[in-house]
């Protein structure tokens, strides 16, 4: 049997999206895998774990819910973060200490889509690292804005393989507490900003397939369908009306496997051409770039 353990961090709010990518998993898992879920969660309801635990009937697994105090992440208050990061983002910050049975884990930001096992990504050697991520969209930026060098590279962080006996040993989380007290002025992305300094030189670079990012078609990481997991990065998710970003029929497609309501057919439609239109006013050039006819042409023959 193959043993993997995934984690995902969320509120009541994200309960949904983190049911739907679990159930991408759990679809598309191998008769091997033998899954165990870790959520830490402060506020999950009952009828959305209710919900969770009907995704047994896709695969059997094992579900573990934790529930963090809120001041166990007082020293991250007044950290700049974007609009639609909720505070479950920082708890990945004391992910070990809040699960302590195991010593590596697979952290997966709720809106993303998995498409194949998990095997092969769990079982990437990270002994002498503090994790293993793939490349952030705006590396570059982003890195030089918080004083990377030139042999460190930024990751995004809605996808790590995660030491956590490395994490324990060396005191990540009081590496992360430091940083905070004493740059909270050089932070935009929250708890990224923080993995990415503080473990700077000490992460493994992994294949962009275990993490490729949408935001549109002007800011896309790998312009491909073969995505081992999708991560619809930024504000448009694909559950949005209006949201125009290329790849969301594959939320729409394991929100299918799962207990909750389904948007209809007019619904689909009239997003996309809202979606569209707000698009072209706000990026109006992005016609101009190759990779969205790449895109679209792509999608058009998988059609």
């Known amino acids: 049997m193959n043993e ?3 984690c995902y961090t969320c509120d009541d709010n994200y309960a949904k999206y983190t049911c739907v990518s679990i159930a991408s998993i759990l ?12 959520i830490i969660s402060n506020n999950i309801s009952e ?22 105090t809120n001041d166990l992440f007082k020293d991250f208050q007044g950290i700049r973060t974007t609009d639609y990061l909720p505070i479950a983002s920082f708890f990945r910050l004391k992910i070990s200490s809040l699960i ?5 884990v697979i952290y997966i930001d709720p809106d993303t889509i998995v498409s194949k096992s998990l095997t092969e990504l769990y079982n990437i050697d990270i002994s ?17 804005k918080i004083g990377l060098k030139n042999n460190e590279f930024y990751i995004n962080s809605g996808v790590l393989l995660i030491n ?21 002025d050089k932070i935009t992305l929250g708890d990224q900003d923080l993995i990415n300094k503080c473990f700077a030189g000490n992460i493994l670079k992994l294949d962009g397939k275990w993490n490729v990012q949408v935001v549109n078609f ?17 504000g448009a998710k694909p559950w949005k009306f209006g949201s125009y970003i290329p790849l969301k029929k594959y939320y729409f497609k394991y929100l299918d496997l799962t207990t909750y309501d389904k948007p209809n057919k007019i619904w689909h439609i009239k997003s996309t051409i809202v979606g569209f239109f707000l698009y072209l006013k706000h990026r109006p050039l992005f016609i101009l770039r190759p990779g969205f006819y790449k895109s679209i042409f792509s999608y058009i023959l998988k059609k």
């Not at 994790?131 to 930026?141: F, T």
């Open 164 to 184: 956590l006996e490395k994490w324990r040993r060396e005191k990540a989380e009081e590496k992360f507490i430091n940083y905070a007290s004493e740059n909270l």
């Open 128 to 144: 002498n690292y503090y994790c293993g991520g793939i490349l952030d969209i705006g590396y570059k930026r982003l890195g030089k």
């Open 47 to 68: 009828e959305n774990k209710n919900k969770l635990e009907n995704l047994k009937t896709i695969k059997d697994f094992r579900l573990k819910i934790i529930t963090p």
């Open 218 to 234: 002007c800011s896309r990481s790998d312009y491909t369908q073969n995505f081992n997991i999708l991560h619809y990065t930024g």
């Open 27 to 38: 679809k598309n898992a191998s008769n091997d895998d033998n899954l165990t879920i870790y």
């Open 100 to 104: 302590t049975d195991i010593d590596k």
């Open 4 to 6: 993997i353990k995934v």
